[in-house]
């Protein structure tokens, strides 16, 4: 989001080894069981969650999301959502829902108020209840640079988010209890897929989204791919749960090791086991009962890091971290141990230098300015070596000279 006032940009300098967090076969988890009417579905491939939704259904979306700028009241110092900030991370995209006094809504929030990059994100919605209504439009403002596109009577959606550095966008959608078992669908564009990647200015290089996360009110977080169409309804899912799972990672101070954390729940029950893909390659390399592993990479480049957990019932779900693997990180590395090439050293040699001029007393001073004196690595000048070959040499010409002489 950019109003036509010049925006405020604050650069920073990332770490050297990032990771984007992307699903490969993503599934939707129940996060606990909610009371009749504040349980929303949300599917993705062939799995499916049912979320609990926040609010107790005494304000309107509209209070929860607080959209501000410095010329609401009250106002903000940046154009976005404040009443969603303790859900908000830095470059990620959350998507959750809100239980209020005019009905369920859908809520979406892009990046984190304070944050330091930018971005844009382009969500085209089908199957929206024609009911239902837009409640909030981040950034809806006359003049802004976001899109919000309606087709077919409402019922098709296509937005456009732009923003800059220190703000965030996003929208709320009021009416989901009316889809009545039918299917809406997010078709989203993160990044490259943007309609607007190429020409916000505000996209490319460190501004992009990272991680795209469902969140439930109950605590519960799914991580979702970002290259993937969503399904929300209200309700319950068709077929039953899956676990929701994310994944952490830290490298490990003393070596090249990596630890690898997932935090996984089930609302019927625990996770019990995890299988491990190491390689990207489809194939489990490890399983493990605890949700920490520590793993040592046998080559360096981009390794896709894959986990499926595993809930009592025999349901899953499965998430995928993208780690840059630099050499310091491969198992057997060590540091450095090449003996440097010796350089010449400087001889002083003293110089005169004058000191005194206008305004200055006394006689001039002697300092001492270095003189290269390269080595013939053996200790000695270049040349002496050779000197000693050409006296040598005439001393041997002196006595065949005399020798002839005396015949």
């Known amino acids: 989001m950019s109003p036509n006032d010049p925006t405020k940009r604050r650069f920073v300098v990332t770490v050297a080894l990032t990771c984007a967090m992307v699903m490969t076969s993503v599934s939707v988890a129940a996060v606990a069981t909610a009371p009749p009417g504040e349980t929303v579905a949300v599917a993705q491939g062939d799995q499916c969650w049912e979320v609990s939704t926040y609010g107790d259904g005494s304000s309107t979306v ?41 009905g369920t809504s859908m809520v979406m929030v892009h990046d984190r108020i304070g944050g330091a990059h930018g971005g844009t994100i382009t969500f085209d919605i089908y199957g929206l209840p024609q009911s239902g209504e837009w409640a909030v439009e981040d950034d809806g403002y006359p003049g802004s640079e976001d899109n919000f596109d309606y087709f077919a009577n409402g019922t098709e959606a296509s937005i456009d988010w732009k923003w800059s550095g220190e703000r965030n966008d996003g929208a709320a959608f009021r009416g989901i209890a009316a889809t009545n078992g039918s299917w809406l669908t997010i078709d ?144 057997g590395s060590s540091p450095n141990t090449e003996t440097p090439t010796p350089t010449a050293t400087a001889t002083p040699t003293p110089t005169s230098t004058q000191t005194s001029g206008p305004g200055t007393d006394g006689p001039a001073s002697t300092t001492a300015a270095p003189t290269a004196t390269p080595t013939d690595g053996n200790g000695g000048s270049p040349g002496f070596g050779v000197l000693l070959g050409l006296v040598a040499v005439l001393a041997v010409a002196l006595v065949a000279a005399a020798r002839r002489t005396g015949r």
Not at 255 to 274: I, K, L, R
């Open 62 to 102: 509209s209070e929860f999301y607080d959209y501000r700028t410095p010329n609401t009241t009250p106002p903000g110092d940046e154009w976005g959502s404040y009443g969603t900030r303790s859900m908000q991370d830095n470059q990620d995209s959350l998507l959750a829902f809100y239980e209020g006094s005019q």
């Open 188 to 331: 989203p564009g993160f990044n490259e897929a943007a309609d607007k990647w190429e020409s916000w200015s505000w996209a490319r290089g460190e501004n992009r989204t990272e991680t795209w996360y469902l969140r439930s009110a109950d605590g519960g977080v799914q991580q979702l791919s970002m290259n993937n169409d969503v399904r929300v309804r209200a309700g319950g899912c068709p077929d039953g749960v899956s676990p929701m799972a994310t994944m952490d990672r830290t490298v490990v101070q003393n070596g090249g090791a990596m630890e690898f954390q997932v935090d996984a729940s089930h609302a019927n029950g625990s996770v019990t086991a995890y299988e491990w893909d190491w390689n990207g390659d489809g194939q489990t390399d490890q399983r493990t009962m605890s949700d920490t592993v520590v793993h040592e990479f046998e080559q360096t480049g981009l390794r896709s890091v894959t986990v499926t957990a595993f809930a009592e019932d025999g349901s899953t779900t499965t998430v995928s971290d993208l780690v840059v693997v630099n050499e310091s990180m491969v198992a």
